[in-house]
DNA sequence: TACATTTGTAACTATAATTGTTACGAATAT
DNA sequence: ATATTCGTAACAATTATAGTTACAAATGTA
């Protein structure tokens, strides 16, 4: 299984920063999330430098959007994670074979257009629609 | 980076058994992929479970497709690993949050829904045009 | 000013996924 | 019979990710 959470963690924080006008620090992020603030300052980095995001050091400081939350989608949260494309290619296929030679560029071109698939429909969700999901849900 | 490379050596295999009509051996199609043949038969494992190749030891034995390429989608050979969705959820949000208590749901509801999106795109390329594409980019 | 709070980040460890390797039994063609 | 090839278990090596510790820097408040 893949192991990496920081898209779903990201996708957490920023709701939980949306459901909240106070900044919330990394501690009671971590608390939600239920890992280390560590992980959560160095997950948020990326929101940050993306501009979804502000910190405060000091006392009363955290986290707080830059944005309201209807106008964050999601695939701006993926993208601010700096990630690879979902899809690998092996690193080394033959150069000799006719298939291994070639089969590089092939999936390169193949793996992209997937890959903005999975982002078109990133895009077709806000953090404020996470946010009204999980209040629905907590209703029920 | 993603170290996942099942897919990739997936199409690349059936590419390469696509352009051949004798057999090929894991060996030969490790060759090609630059890995172990090992790597090769545990992959080829879960293509030939979906019925899309088949295999047989012994002396001239080896790896045939059982299937036209054009019939053959890539995300039929995605479904064939038997992969987790691409997207991944921590495993612990913080039951007594109103955001962690229901966020799992909610992200189970929107990563299904990137999953069909990222297979939409696969269903729409198949090992024939691969290999096409594979050659044309041979020819310049 | 002194102090408590909080982020930023480096350095390291721990865990887990994946790949790579070795070994050997079973199947099969000649 | 023999050589070939797959099937698979067992294990090692590599890599990505998460988790942890530590401490400097920033900041609000008494």
Redesign the interface.
């Known amino acids: ?5 920081r ?3 990201s ?2 924080a920023l ?2 920063l949306a ?1 909240n006008s106070a900044p919330l620090t990394s501690e009671m992020i971590a ?5 280390n603030p560590v992980v959560i300052r160095r997950t948020m980095a990326g929101l940050r430098q993306r501009g979804l995001v502000k910190s405060k050091s000091g006392a009363h400081g955290g986290w707080k959007l830059m944005r309201d939350p209807k106008q964050i989608l ?1 695939c701006d949260v993926y993208l601010s994670l700096g ?12 150069k000799y ?7 590089k ?3 390169q ?2 793996f992209s ?2 890959q ?3 982002m ?3 895009r077709q ?1 806000t953090i404020a629609d ?2 009204a ?3 629905a ?2 209703k029920k």
């Open positions: 299984m893949n192991t990496n959470q898209f779903a963690i996708i957490h709701t939980l459901a608390g939600s999330v239920d890992t999601l990630e690879d494309t979902v899809l690998a290619i092996h690193a080394h296929p033959n074979c006719p298939v291994g030679g070639n089969i560029g092939t999936l071109e193949i257009v997937t903005n698939a999975m078109d429909s990133l969700v996470v946010l999901d999980v209040r849900k907590g």
